[in-house]
């Protein structure tokens, strides 16, 4: 029986801990309720997410999924407008796209759960596709300067979903900094904690200025510590909605200092992903996923497959494996259940072409989390249990 929980977070750190109770000693928990020429937590948060990415602009949200839908906006989607997207990733993608008033557009997903580039070039290639939303799903990177390369031949606009790629890069470039946009999420399953949050970044001024106003900033826009050049807010300030989706002060002063921790924090990951790589290589008929040598990924969570396993035995295994502690989710489950990210599961999509490809891959793959409070040795309790619950169930 392995007895830790795959959903128990880190504590978090003692001084953000401080740092949030210093805020509401003050009162002033809305991001515009500032002292003069003071800085609230969400400003100097911004300022050093911005750092740390290196780009120019920064805007901290209520969730990932908020950031991406302002960000569909910001970049022009208009109501119908067709936004290609992973088959495989999680529901507030698509969600996303059609809180923006657009079709989301599936494409096929690879054997490595990163987007297929021949299906992509071949649907972006399509006159009226002007949009890609790319989720480095479970942080899996495709190859950027490829998806970079189809997207400017077919004058596509490229967001970035980095909800799983905070810390990753791709050929030493930061995920997140090739598209015209990226979001963020600090929710409480991805790389930093504050139950719930997001950011939006881009070295865009249209696309930033539009940005603040959309997420709620009234006419304080210029209180905000990354900001694009007052002539931009001049055409947007009053013809662009408030769609009211800002950070608190609270949430903020928790996420800085985990944000200065984060490099570390995935080095952790990091090592812990590798000893549940090692582990599991053993199993018989197990395929891991491949990463790519151009690829720094953070292992907040690892998927493996089991090809030759009827799918009729994988309810069965996960039980079994559930019924001993290991949390395990089938991602080709043709039912829906906890986090699905099966996207014949989201029924409000238009159909869609047939993604033959993509439903083999996700038909035997296994999705396991790796929370931080996981040591490296209980890689191999975990996969002890999981050989001994494949032998009970061939
Ligand atoms: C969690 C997640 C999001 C959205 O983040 P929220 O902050 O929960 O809205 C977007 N994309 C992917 C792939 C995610 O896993």
Known sequence: MFKKSFTQQMPIPEGAIASAVEVMRTGRLHRYNTLDGELSETDLLEKQFADYLGVKYCLSCASGGYAIYIALLCVGVKAGEK?????????????????????????????????DLNDLARKASQPDVRYLLLSHMRGHVADMNAIVDICDSYGVTLIEDCAHTMGAKWRGKASGTFGKVACFSA??????????????VTNDDGVMAKAIIYSGSYMLFDQHPTLPPKEWFDEVACSTPNYSGRMDNLRAAILRPQLARLDRQCKRWNS??????????WLPGVVLTKRSDDEVFVGSSIQFSFPDLPAEHFPAFVRGCQRRGV?????????????????NHWQYLAPSAPLPQTEKVLSTLIDMRIPLTFEESDAEVIAQIISDVLKQTQ
Not at 87 to 113: K, W
Not at 327 to 343: I, M, Q, R, T
């Open 83 to 115: 936004v290609l997207c992973n088959a495989f990733t999680l529901a507030p993608v698509p969600g996303a796209i059609t809180n923006a008033g657009g079709e989301p557009v599936l494409v096929e997903t690879t054997a490595d759960l990163t987007i």
């Open 187 to 200: 929710q409480t399953y991805k790389h930093i904690n504050a139950g719930e949050g997001g950011f939006l």
């Open 272 to 281: 812990l992903y590798a000893a549940m790589e090692d582990a599991l290589s």
């Open 327 to 343: 949390a395990l989710k089938w991602v080709g489950a043709p039912e829906p259940s906890g986090y699905s990210s099966k996207f």
